[in-house]
Nanobody, 127 residues
Framework: QLQLVESGGGLVQPGGSLRLSCAAS????????IGWFRQAPGKEREGVSF????????HHRDSVKGRFTISRDNAKNTVYLQMNSLQPDDTAVYYC????????????????????WGQGTQVTVSS
């Protein structure tokens, strides 16, 4: 069973940056599309950024476009989320999720399509 572990969260001031990592174990990530999701207190979990198996297809929700970048290094079995110009509205627990697929260019924005989830990492943006 694929295991995912997020890291890199923390407390940052508005305008600051963080890089989240999603590291896989037990299986390699090279057949999994990955999504980053976040959940703020009292709100539903929402999709943030998505990347295909091959890394050539990515998608970000509108509110983070131009600020967040998703990338992957299959040799290191890790997916990254670079977050710049962070705002208080970005405060949430961030989760990465994996879905096995044979489609190297596919992404999956629907959280219901993901099988494997990490435990989450807290991101707090506050002055």
């Amino acid at each position: 069973q694929l295991q995912l572990v997020e890291s890199g969260g923390g407390l940052v001031q508005p305008g600051g940056s963080l890089r989240l990592s999603c590291a896989a174990s037990r299986f390699t990530l090279d057949s999994y599309a990955i999504g980053w999701f976040r959940q703020a207190p009292g709100k539903e979990r929402e999709g943030v950024s998505f990347i295909s198996v091959g890394g050539g297809t990515t998608h970000h929700r509108d509110s983070v476009k131009g600020r967040f970048t998703i990338s992957r290094d299959n040799a290191k079995n890790t997916v990254y989320l670079q977050m710049n110009s962070l705002q208080p509205d970005d405060t949430a627990v961030y989760y990465c999720a994996g879905r096995q697929t044979t489609g190297r260019t596919l992404i999956f924005p629907d959280r219901r399509l993901y099988t494997y989830w990490g435990q989450g990492t807290q991101v707090t943006v506050s002055s």
